[in-house]
């Protein structure tokens, strides 16, 4: 998307058209690489080299999110999937359990206080912990969540993995019209739950 944002929108606006506009999803680069091309003033316009910068546009990005998922929840309009590896806009369904449980990735992100408090030492340690969780399996329940088997109710095994991820390329497959990022995404939770399920 190479179409300027209108300035005078709010990001959680921003956001929203972003994700009216792909209705596969994002993942949360995209979506910040969309918000910059289209010259959004509220993140920085920065490159994200600079972990704090980095910091600082993931939180407000995650910040609208969070906003938007309460606001269109609150609506009835629609519900924002908020996941690792994939933000995505579905419609509407009563009785959603992701805002009845407690989240405390939500409050984290609608606390203000965590965006201003937060230094590079902060930063540091935040991505130290970060790469410990991934080491320690979070990589897998992302990857999970992914193929939308996190829930499954039956033991896992890489026969049912393989024939999720078949319909998933499938159904996600440039030639079917869907995108070469949103497969690379598919492939690369494959390799991760294949290293598990092996």
Do not use: C
């Not at 095994?157 to 024939?163: R, V």
């Amino acid at each position: 998307m190479n179409d300027e944002l209108d300035p005078s929108l709010e990001l959680t606006d921003q956001v929203l058209l972003l994700l009216q506009a792909a209705p596969a999803g994002l993942s949360e680069y995209e979506l910040i690489q969309q918000l910059k091309s289209g010259h959004s003033t509220h993140i920085p316009n920065l490159p994200l080299l600079d972990k704090l910068v980095l910091f600082r546009t993931h939180f407000l990005v995650f910040n609208a999110l969070y906003q938007l998922r309460e606001q269109l929840w609150g609506e009835q309009t629609g519900f924002v999937q908020i996941s690792p590896l994939r933000v995505q806009l579905l419609p509407y369904q009563a009785g959603n359990a992701a805002l009845v449980e407690h989240d405390p990735l939500r409050d984290y992100y609608l606390d203000l206080n965590n965006l201003r408090d937060t230094n590079e030492d902060d930063v540091e340690q935040l991505l130290a912990s970060f790469w410990k969780r991934m080491q320690g399996g979070t990589e897998k329940q992302a990857a999970l969540e992914l193929f939308e088997l996190d829930a499954y109710r039956q033991p896992l095994d890489l026969k049912t993995i393989k024939h999720r991820y078949r319909q998933l390329v499938s159904q996600h497959h440039p030639d079917r019209g869907g995108s070469t990022s949103r497969l690379q995404t598919i492939n690369k939770a494959m390799e991760i739950l294949e290293r598990y399920y092996n």
